[in-house]
C-alpha cells in the first residue's frame, strides 16, 4: 500500500505498534499479544506451533482438521488437533455438514481446545469441491447452520476464519461476518483476498476494513504480512485488532514474536532454535516420518541463512534418514547463526 492511501485511513485510537503488543480477549480466553501464526495444512503441525510458543507468538492455530475424519478416529487427524504444550490451544475444523461439526468440536473440547476455529478460507480444489472452506462463502445460509452447530456443541470461544467472498463480483465477508457475530462467533480472521484470487496478486488490507466495520467483533488482518511494517500498515489499512502471519513464518517460526520484539524495542527473549524444533518433530512424528516431515522446514531454514551452506550438505540433510545425523550438522549450522546474530546485535 501506498504511502498516500495509507494517509487516507482514519486514525487508528492506538498506535499500531502498541496494539499489537497488548492482550486480546476472545471471549473467556486471552491471547498475549496480537501477532497470531496462522493455520497452515502441512506446515502449523505441533511442532511448529510450539516453536512459535515459545519465541513470543500471541496465538497459534492448528493446521484444519477435517471433521468428519476427526470423528471417524483418522489418527492424522488426531495429531493434527493435538494441543500437548500449548497454554492455549485453538483447533480450526473444516466440513460441510453441522453434524461432523458439532460431532468434531465436541471431541476437540473434550481432548483440551481453548477455542475452535472454523475454516471458511480455504481455497484449495479438494476443499471446496467438497463444500468445504472457502465454497461456504457461496451459501451463506448453508455456512451458517456450521456455525450455530458448533456454538450450540461447546463451551468454548468459537471464531471464524474468512475470505474478502468467493470472486470480485460476490464480496460478502461482511455479511458472513455480522450474521457470524449474530450466531455467537466471537473473533474474526479475514483474508484479504477472495477465493478466486488462490494468493495471486497482493491482499487487500482495506478492502478488510468492510468486514471490521460491519460487526463489533475483534478482527485479525492477514496476508502477506511478513513484517514489522507490513502489520503496522495492514492495522491502518484494515481498522484491524491484530494480525495473523502465515507463508512468512515458513522457516522462521518465531516471526510473530519477534514482530512484538521489535513493536516494543526489546531484543527478543528467545530466538528459534532449529535444533529443537526438530528434535521436537522427531518425538512426535517418530524417526521415519518425523525425518520426513521435517525436510520442508529444515529447507526453509537453511534458505533463509546469510551464510553459505554448501549444496552438498544441503542435500545430505534433506536426504538423511537417520535423525542423528542430522541433528550434528544443524548443531554446526545453528552455531554459525547464532554467532552471525549476536555480532549484529553487538555491532547495533
Ligand atoms: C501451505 C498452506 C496451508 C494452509 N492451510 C490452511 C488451513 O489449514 N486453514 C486455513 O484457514 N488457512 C490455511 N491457509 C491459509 C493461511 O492461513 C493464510 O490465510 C494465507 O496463507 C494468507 O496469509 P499469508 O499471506 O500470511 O500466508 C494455508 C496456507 C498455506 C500457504
Redesign the pocket.
Known amino acids: 500500500m501506498t504511502s498516500a492511501a495509507l494517509k487516507e485511513q482514519p486514525e487508528p485510537s492506538i498506535e499500531p505498534a502498541k496494539l499489537l503488543a497488548q492482550p486480546l480477549s476472545v471471549g473467556s480466553v486471552v491471547y498475549r499479544n496480537r501477532a497470531l501464526l496462522?493455520?497452515?495444512?502441512?506446515?502449523s503441525d505441533v511442532p511448529f506451533r510450539r516453536a512459535a510458543w515459545r519465541a513470543g507468538a500471541g496465538m497459534v492455530v492448528s493446521?484444519?482438521v477435517a471433521s468428519e475424519a476427526l470423528v471417524t478416529g483418522h489418527v492424522e487427524m488426531q495429531m493434527k488437533a493435538e494441543g500437548a504444550g500449548l497454554p492455549v490451544h485453538v483447533v480450526?475444523l473444516?466440513g460441510r455438514q453441522a453434524e461432523w461439526m458439532d460431532h468434531a468440536a465436541r471431541i476437540a473440547e473434550a481432548n483440551g481446545a481453548d477455542v475452535i476455529d472454523i475454516?471458511m478460507?480455504?481455497p484449495a480444489r479438494r476443499v471446496t469441491q467438497g463444500y468445504s472452506g472457502s465454497a461456504l462463502m457461496r451459501d451463506l445460509d448453508h455456512a451458517l447452520t456450521l456455525i450455530h452447530a458448533v456454538v450450540k456443541a461447546v463451551k468454548v470461544p468459537v471464531t471464524l476464519?474468512m475470505r474478502l467472498g468467493w470472486d470480485h463480483d460476490t464480496i460478502n465477508a461482511p455479511e458472513l461476518a455480522k450474521r457470524a457475530e449474530d450466531a455467537g462467533i466471537q473473533l474474526l480472521t479475514v483474508?484479504g483476498r477472495t477465493r478466486c484470487q488462490f494468493?495471486k496478486g497482493a491482499?487487500d488490507w482495506s478492502a478488510v476494513r468492510q468486514v471490521k466495520q460491519a460487526t463489533s467483533l475483534p478482527m485479525l488482518v492477514?496476508?502477506?504480512?511478513a513484517n514489522l511494517q507490513n502489520a503496522k500498515d495492514a492495522l491502518i489499512a484494515s481498522g484491524a485488532d491484530g494480525i495473523?502471519?502465515?507463508?512468512?513464518s515458513y522457516g522462521q517460526p518465531d516471526l510473530p514474536g519477534r514482530i512484538i520484539s521489535e513493536a516494543q524495542n526489546v531484543v527478543p527473549h528467545d530466538s528459534y532454535d532449529i535444533v529443537e524444533h526438530y528434535v521436537d518433530m522427531i518425538d512426535f512424528y517418530g524417526e521415519a516420518l518425523g525425518t520426513k516431515c521435517s525436510r520442508k522446514h529444515i529447507g526453509w531454514w537453511m534458505e533463509r541463512q546469510t551464510f553459505n551452506i554448501e549444496a552438498k550438505l544441503k542435500m545430505e540433510m534433506m536426504t538423511a534418514s537417520a535423525s542423528s545425523k542430522v541433528i550434528v550438522h544443524l548443531e554446526a549450522l545453528q552455531a554459525q547463526a547464532q554467532a552471525i546474530l549476536r555480532s549484529s546485535r553487538n555491532a547495533a
Not at 496462522?38 to 506446515?43: D, F, H, I, K, N
Not at 492477514?222 to 504480512?225: K, L, R, V
Not at 495473523?244 to 512468512?248: F, K, T, Y
Open positions: 496462522a493455520p497452515m495444512s502441512g506446515v493446521e484444519m480450526q473444516a475454516n478460507g480455504c476464519k483474508h494468493y491482499a492477514n496476508g502477506d504480512i495473523m502471519i502465515g507463508r512468512a
